[in-house]
Each structure stands twice: as structure tokens, then as C-alpha cells.
């Protein structure tokens, strides 16, 4: 009897499978048969498009807190392929005013996935997105979008150092720290903004939804938020930095200002500079035409990749050579008639009258010449050498701001396997005050001086602020060469007829040297035969003398003397910041 009933109840539960299989079936062939062309229909009519959210760029701010760039939308407009009717093209090239060959090209020459978007204009206006936006339901497909672009606050000050966005070149999405970055992308292109680009720059998110045919949003199918990039404070004073590249007018120079003590930039300028929000559009013909054709080349950082001979600021390193080697003491006497004569040639002072009998303090202060080949002559140019390449000329400083020239200091060595010639004295003596194949950066100058200013100290230059400090090299000297030496470059600039006093202030105590760099040998009267023949002019200080806070230096293309042309753009820089430091640490 058991087995009768459970037999009864396995052959109820199979019809009820059986009954469910069956509904199964029906209900396929309903959805495939009977309505397959219509739900066909309804599927290709629903799309997935995926919207880029382009991730805020960090902002980039100065030492003190002041914004220097600020984020900007970026509009294009574009097509998702596979939604675009190409029977539209022609109205589609009156609406945003492209062609339509142009078009067609874009259309065709890339790989069109279904979901990707295909730029057709980019930069546009806030009217232009408004006329598009009002017709956009006439054009399935046609969407804007927007990216996160740049706008630099303080246009050309500055921009050597701060740099520029551009679009990701093809040659860059090659490279493996740029793999994961969508096509188009704004991405650093020049100096900070480069150097710092994977800080900055974020992370993009998405959106996944979907759309019916005429691309209206039916549903937010997936959201991942875009992060944005960490801010950045370099080391820069951006008064200083302001009231340094407006000191310079029209001229062109560089300035390199750091604190002494770190190695922190806080002033970087080339002049002439150039706006970079013209690049962040893209920028056009003309405007590109006049930048590399401008004879005065704005696109050349001169602090780093421009070396000139350093005239007699690089007396300082043939001072301490002197003084170390025991060659010379603080009392030695050397009478200046003007110049002296060596064979057939003559080597003349820049006073012509001469400076009479002088000691280390008023040759320094008075920059003598004659004082100077004697101090080069009895240390010889091999001595020389070993201390200019210890205060590191002669080489790259390092910093991490792109291409950067190494300048030169010669010796017996270097001329021998350069020149296949033998060291002569004649070269000893212009070599001693900074002449003839000796040559140096601006930025590497800066550094020499910031060294003297901390007492033997050689920092790496570093770009961010409160950056950990990188010891290049401890140079080791007496007390009394740096007593001695501190004290003569204090008199340069306050001491009656020394030669930077257009650097005199009454902030604070600057010291500094002035420098005349010879650009070709003149002939009488060839002084007035234009500005590509006139002397380059230099200047490096410190300041405060006592505990200096700041140390720079300046270098004018043909502006004559140094301490006519250097010596007051320094003072004005100098001033700003310590009136600038002075304030904040009173509040």
C-alpha cells in the first residue's frame, strides 16, 4: 500500500515538471517567434555609452599659500559612432562649423569602438557649446564633452619654471607611465607641471549608462568617481619672483634666487618668457611662428641651458683659492698701473688709469684686475680648477627641471686633449677673472654664492617647498678665508667705490660681486656699434650679510656693467622677499 502511494506521487511531481518545462517552451518560442522582431528592435534601439569624468588637476601653489594656476573646463564636441547617422554629416558641418571632408577623415582614422567617442572640434566657447547644446537633439550621437584644462593666474611670470599643459602626443602614449591615460588627455608638457605630472594629475572615473536611439539617458547603469590630483607647494615666492621679471623690462638675463641653507628655489626667471596659456588650446599658427622666430628665443630657459662667461663674479673662487693655497693673505699688495704686459700682449685692467697699490680687501671690493692675474698666476690654473669644480662648476647642479648645460672650467688637461695644445699663461690670467674658455649657468652661479653665504655648504637646488635638503658637498675652509672673503664682498656693495653699490639697501646688509663678461674683444669705439656687441652683466649676492636668508644671482645679456645693470634688479628682488618674510612673521 506505501509503495502504491509514493509510486502516485512520483507520477504527480513528473507531470508538474513536465508542465513546467512545457510553459518554458512556450514562452521561448513566444519571445523568439511570435515577438523575436520586435524585442530585436527594442535591444539595438537601448546602447551603452561611457562618459570619461576627466579627475580636477591638482592646483600648484607657492611658498606662501598663493594659488598659481586654477582649473578650467575644457569643452569638445564629439560623436559616438555607432549612434551617428553619417547621413547627417553635412548639416553636422554647418552646426560646428568643420568640414565635412574633415569629418569624414576623423571618422575614419581611428578604430571606432561602439562606446568611444570621436572628438570633432576641441576649445570650444561658452557661446559655441550654448548653439551646439540647442541643437543637439537633431544629431543622435552628437555629445559634448568636457575635460579639466588650466589656466596660469600670472600668465608669463614665471613660466620657465611653472611650465605648461599640452595634449598627450602619440609618441607619449607609447610610454609605460602614460598607458593608462584616455587619448587627448591634458597632461604636463613643461617644467612643473612635467616634472609633478602623476601628482597632479588625478585619477579619471566613469560612467556607464544606457540610451535609447534617439541618445537620451534611460539609466546610470555603473558610476566610479574621478580623484583628484594631491596640490603641490613649490618653493618659489611668487612677489619675488613678479617683482624680479619686472625689474628686467624688456631685457634679456636670467635670475636664479635660493635659500641658502636648503637649496629651496625661490626665484627662477628667463627672460624673455612667454605666456603658457597660449599652449593650453593648442596653440595656433602665428603664435608659434612668432615664438621661434623671436631672435631673442623666449622658449630657452637661460638659468639652466644658457652659459656665459662669469666675468669677474668668478673672482670669488680664484679669492679663496688664493687665500687656501696660502698664495696670498688678507695684507698682500699688488700695484695696479693699469694693466700688465706679457710678451707681445697686454692685459688690461677695466680701470685703465689703475687702482694703484692695493690690498685683497680694495682689490675685491674695487675689482681689480691686475690684483687678480697676479693671484692667478701664482696659483696656476690646475689650483684653479680644483676649487671652481668643488663649488660645482664645471658640471650640473641636478635640478630636476629638464635640459641643463654643465658650462666649463678649463685646465692643462682639457686643453691638451680638446685642443691638442699645450696651457699657456696669457690664459691663466683672462681664466682668473673669468674670461676667455671659462664659462657657467646662471643657476650654477647661484649656488656657488649661496655656498659662500653658508660657509661651504653645496646644495642640490630642489623645486618643492619644505623639500627634505640634498647635500651635494661639504667644502672644507679655513675661518679666516671665509672672515675675510664675507667681509670683501660686504664691502663691494657699501664700501665707497666699490662696485656694487646700486645693490646698497636699507632692508638689510648685501653682499655680493658684480661681473663684466667680455661677449668679443672690443676695438675702439666699438662700444656704440649696437647691443650684440655690449658686455654681459652679472651679480651675485646674499643677504642679510649677518645670517643671510637669500642668496641670487643676476645676469643681464649685453647689459654692460654689472653693477649698473645687475646689481639693482638683485637689490629689488632681495627687498620684496625679506619686506614679504618680515611681514608674514610678524602676523
Not at 536611439?213 to 566610479?224: D, M, P, V
Not at 692675474?373 to 690654473?381: A, P, S, T
Amino acid at each position: 500500500m506505501r509503495n502504491e502511494e509514493d509510486f502516485k506521487k512520483i507520477i504527480k511531481i513528473g507531470y508538474i515538471v513536465i508542465a513546467a518545462f512545457a510553459l518554458i517552451i512556450i514562452r521561448l518560442w513566444q519571445l523568439q517567434v511570435l515577438q523575436g522582431d520586435e524585442y530585436l528592435k527594442l535591444s539595438e534601439a537601448n546602447r551603452l555609452r561611457i562618459i570619461n569624468i576627466h579627475a580636477p588637476r591638482g592646483i600648484i601653489f607657492d611658498r606662501n599659500g598663493i594659488p598659481l594656476v586654477r582649473n578650467t573646463p575644457f569643452f569638445s564636441v564629439s560623436v559616438i559612432p555607432n549612434e551617428f547617422h553619417s547621413c547627417n554629416i553635412e548639416s553636422l558641418s554647418k552646426l560646428i562649423k568643420v568640414s565635412s571632408e574633415e569629418i569624414q577623415k576623423k571618422l575614419k582614422a581611428k578604430e571606432i569602438s561602439p562606446f568611444t567617442s570621436v572628438k570633432l572640434k576641441e576649445g570650444l566657447s561658452f557661446q559655441e557649446v550654448a548653439f551646439i547644446e540647442a541643437r543637439r537633439s537633431d544629431f543622435p550621437g552628437l555629445i559634448i564633452e568636457i575635460e579639466i584644462s588650466r589656466e596660469y593666474l600670472y600668465a608669463d611670470i614665471g613660466s620657465h619654471l611653472i611650465g605648461y599643459l599640452g595634449k598627450i602626443s602619440s609618441e607619449q602614449t607609447r610610454e609605460p607611465s602614460f598607458k593608462n591615460i584616455p587619448p587627448d588627455s591634458f597632461i604636463g608638457q613643461w617644467g612643473i607641471e612635467k616634472l609633478y605630472d602623476e601628482t597632479l594629475r588625478g585619477k579619471n572615473g566613469k560612467r556607464v549608462i544606457e540610451i535609447d536611439a534617439l541618445g537620451n539617458e534611460i539609466r546610470l547603469l555603473q558610476e566610479i568617481p574621478p580623484v583628484k590630483g594631491k596640490d603641490i607647494s613649490i618653493s618659489i615666492d611668487i612677489n619675488l619672483q613678479k617683482e624680479a621679471e619686472q625689474a628686467f623690462g624688456n631685457r634679456a638675463g636670467a635670475l636664479v634666487a635660493i635659500l641658502p641653507n636648503t637649496g629651496e628655489i625661490l626665484g627662477l626667471v628667463s627672460k624673455p618668457s612667454f605666456d603658457p596659456n597660449l599652449f593650453v588650446k593648442g596653440i595656433d599658427y602665428n603664435n608659434w611662428l612668432t615664438l621661434i622666430k623671436d631672435k631673442k628665443k623666449p622658449l630657452i630657459n637661460r638659468a639652466l641651458q644658457s652659459q656665459y662667461p662669469p666675468g669677474s663674479t668668478f673672482k670669488i673662487i680664484t679669492a679663496i683659492a688664493g687665500l687656501e693655497e696660502g698664495v696670498i693673505t688678507p695684507d698682500t699688495k699688488i700695484n695696479c698701473k693699469g694693466g700688465i704686459q706679457y710678451g707681445k700682449w697686454r692685459f688690461g685692467c677695466w680701470q685703465k688709469r689703475g687702482h694703484g697699490v692695493v690690498s685683497f680687501h680694495r682689490a675685491l671690493v674695487e675689482s681689480c684686475d691686475v690684483y687678480f692675474y697676479e693671484v692667478g698666476q701664482r696659483l696656476g690654473i690646475d689650483k684653479i680648477y680644483k676649487y671652481a669644480i668643488s663649488f660645482g662648476l664645471g658640471s650640473k647642479t641636478g635640478i630636476e627641471l629638464g635640459i641643463e648645460r654643465e658650462g666649463l672650467i678649463p685646465n692643462t688637461e682639457w686643453k691638451l686633449k680638446e685642443k691638442n695644445l699645450p696651457w699657456f699663461l696669457g690664459e691663466t690670467f683672462i681664466s682668473a677673472i673669468g674670461q676667455g674658455y671659462v664659462a657657467a649657468t646662471p643657476i650654477q652661479m647661484a649656488s656657488l654664492i649661496g655656498s659662500v653665504a653658508n660657509e661651504g655648504n653645496l646644495y642640490k637646488p630642489i623645486l618643492l617647498k619644505d623639500a627634505k635638503p640634498i647635500l651635494l658637498r661639504k667644502i672644507t675652509l679655513k675661518p679666516e678665508t671665509i672672515k675675510t672673503l664675507k667681509r670683501a664682498l660686504m664691502g663691494v656693495v657699501n664700501d665707497n667705490g666699490g662696485t656694487g653699490w646700486a645693490a646698497r639697501s636699507q632692508i638689510a646688509n648685501i653682499s655680493g660681486k658684480t661681473g663684466t663678461a667680455q661677449v668679443v674683444a672690443m676695438r675702439r669705439g666699438m662700444r656704440y656699434a649696437g647691443e650684440a656687441f655690449r658686455d654681459h652683466a652679472w651679480f651675485v649676492a646674499y643677504a642679510p650679510d649677518e645670517r643671510p636668508e637669500i642668496a641670487l644671482a643676476v645676469l643681464v645679456e649685453h647689459g654692460g656693467h654689472g653693477g649698473g645693470a645687475a646689481a639693482p634688479i638683485a637689490k629689488r628682488a632681495i627687498e620684496v622677499y625679506l619686506k614679504e618674510k618680515n611681514n608674514l612673521n610678524k602676523n
